[in-house]
């Protein structure tokens, strides 16, 4: 895959090197709501040494050209048309909370173009808290500050959460809105039973917005599912144990790939 692709397609991307290797997988990372390519950037570098690794802005994020989207299947819909342009072989997909969804969705309607999928804090179904979406559009930057500090498990460092809700604020009210009415009405429950890809979930142990109860849910959901929770970490597993997330990660991958 050459970054041209990416260019032309005005997708914001991050990614650890400038030419992917034909000889390593190839892991391609979604975020979650009001997120955007930045939020990897504890695994885009340190796993560039045995993964070609791309994060991707969705639509109306970051700097991808484009309307945030109000569900799920339409995300998934522009990601799985992305992945046919921009691979000829099937890649690893993992997706955090949000993204995650996405990665579930793309795995029901386009599991050619994967060769497995990790989840990172989500679920099968991500209903929002009706002062969440009210606060969104009338009280926007308060919520922000809000939702974080129910997203990082206690005592997580300030900047962390600092860092969270500049992202968020940046995105701007309506596409986060957009996003979280796209979590509220994501309901998979009844055909995540249908994935069969290599599956590796992982949460942490003192998330609060998607409790490891919901993984759990997804890996007994999943058949040949592997679960890792992860201690001291809230709800941005991926960031506030980074060192430990990318060991399952780079385990998971590459005991596929041998």
Not at 14 to 20: A, L, V
Not at 98 to 117: F, S
């Amino acid at each position: 895959m050459g970054l041209e692709k990416l260019i032309e397609l005005d997708i914001g991307f991050k990614t650890g090197s400038e030419q992917f290797s034909k000889k390593k997988p190839t892991l391609v990372m979604i975020h979650g709501a009001g997120g955007r390519s930045q939020t990897w950037q504890g695994q885009i570098h340190p796993l560039k040494g045995s993964l070609n690794t791309l994060a991707m802005d969705l639509p109306g994020h970051g700097k991808t050209a484009g309307q945030s989207k109000n569900r799920v299947d339409e995300y998934a819909q522009w990601l799985g048309e992305m992945l046919d342009v921009l691979f000829e072989a099937p890649v690893f997909l993992m997706g955090h909370s949000m993204g995650g969804a996405i990665v579930q969705e793309t795995a029901l309607w386009y599991p050619k173009r994967l060769e497995g999928i990790l989840l990172a804090g989500t679920g099968p179904r991500l209903p929002v808290a009706p002062m969440f979406l009210d606060g969104f559009l009338n009280n926007f930057e308060k919520t922000v500050d809000l939702i974080m500090s129910y997203a990082y498990a206690p005592g997580a460092e300030k900047s962390m959460l600092r860092e969270g809700a500049k992202i968020m604020k940046g995105a701007g009210a309506t596409v986060v809105h957009n996003d979280f009415v796209a979590c509220d009405h994501f309901d998979r429950r009844k055909e995540i039973g249908d994935i069969t890809l290599p599956c590796l979930i992982i949460c942490g142990e003192k998330d609060k917005l998607t409790p490891p109860a919901v993984s759990r849910t997804l890996h007994e959901s999943i058949r040949g599912s592997t679960l890792q929770v992860l201690p001291l970490a809230g709800h941005y597993v991926m960031i506030e144990r980074y060192k430990a997330f990318n060991q399952c990660v780079r385990h998971f991958i590459l005991d596929i790939c041998g």
